[in-house]
């Protein structure tokens, strides 16, 4: 079997399995969802008082995106990693020509098609729920399909060096939660102590969030000042997007290289 028939043959696979897993398909939807109507309708924003959500609706779309980007990668990939090696499959994949790196693609493709279409329910409720003013953007697909790459490769890390499944969600969930909140998604800059502004340049979810606010916002909007960018990229979209590349690429390779070995 070619290396396209190995991929597409373990992508159906693993696409297959996910959708046997009907709470895992709810949570996965259902989840950004419950983040959009409770933030966007119920405490909504104020940008002319103090507080929180005080910029423009446009200005939180990359932080809605981001939790099906973050959370969902890290949670599935790193499961399924565990439940792999617990179930001693990766020892069954050793004896076929699927190798590690062409077995994390499948499960990467598999979270592309699967954040792809949560992010356009995510976009549609927030638009119908908050008014938001978005600029759809080709750009956007690249920068959904490389942050969950980036993320799947965490996730694989994750799934890596803890010892079980619930081990996996209690680290994904540790990361993921400050990343959420500290990368210019829900919280600008502006809010956050001087001292502290550096260190959003070391999460890689700042590139997704600063990249995606760059080309799905109206220029109107008056979202675009909100960015405190410290080094290089600032909201240049294909600063952003090089960047997050090159973190993906190196996650990736990480990943698939601390998969569990039976050779």
Not at 114 to 129: D, E, H, R
Not at 140 to 154: D, R, T
Not at 223 to 251: C, F, H, K, Q, R
Request: charged share 15%; aromatic share 10%; net charge neutral.
């Amino acid at each position: 079997m070619s290396r396209l028939g190995r991929i597409t043959s373990e992508t159906r696979a693993a696409t297959r399995a996910f959708l046997r897993r009907r709470t895992a398909v709810f949570f996965t939807f259902l989840f950004p969802l419950l983040i959009v109507l409770i933030f966007g309708a119920l405490v909504q924003t104020q940008p002319t008082g103090g507080g929180l959500f005080t910029e423009p609706p446009a200005y939180y779309v990359p932080g809605y995106l981001a939790v099906v980007v973050l959370f969902t990668p890290l949670s599935r990939v790193g499961s399924e990693v565990a439940r792999h090696r617990d179930d001693r499959r990766f020892e069954k994949l050793a004896t076929t020509p699927l190798s590690r790196a062409e077995w994390l693609l499948s499960q990467t493709l598999v979270n592309v098609a699967i954040i792809g279409v949560a992010a356009v329910l995510v976009l549609a409720v927030m638009v119908a729920v908050t008014g938001a003013t978005v600029a759809p953007s080709p750009w956007l697909v690249p920068f959904l399909a490389i942050g969950v790459a980036l993320f799947c490769g965490i996730g694989a890390l994750l799934g890596s060096f803890t010892d079980s499944q619930d081990g996996v969600i209690a680290a994904s969930n540790t990361l993921a939660l400050p990343l959420l909140f500290l990368s210019e998604t829900f919280v600008p800059p502006a809010l956050l102590p001087e001292w502290f502004r550096p260190l959003i340049e070391l999460s890689p979810l700042t590139y997704f969030s600063r990249g995606v606010r760059a080309v799905v916002t109206d220029p109107g909007a008056g979202v675009e000042g909100t960015v405190v960018a410290v080094w290089p990229a600032g909201p240049d979209p294909a600063a952003n997007l090089a960047i997050l590349s090159m973190l993906a690429l190196v996650t990736f390779g990480l990943g698939a290289l601390t998969l569990p070995r039976t050779d």
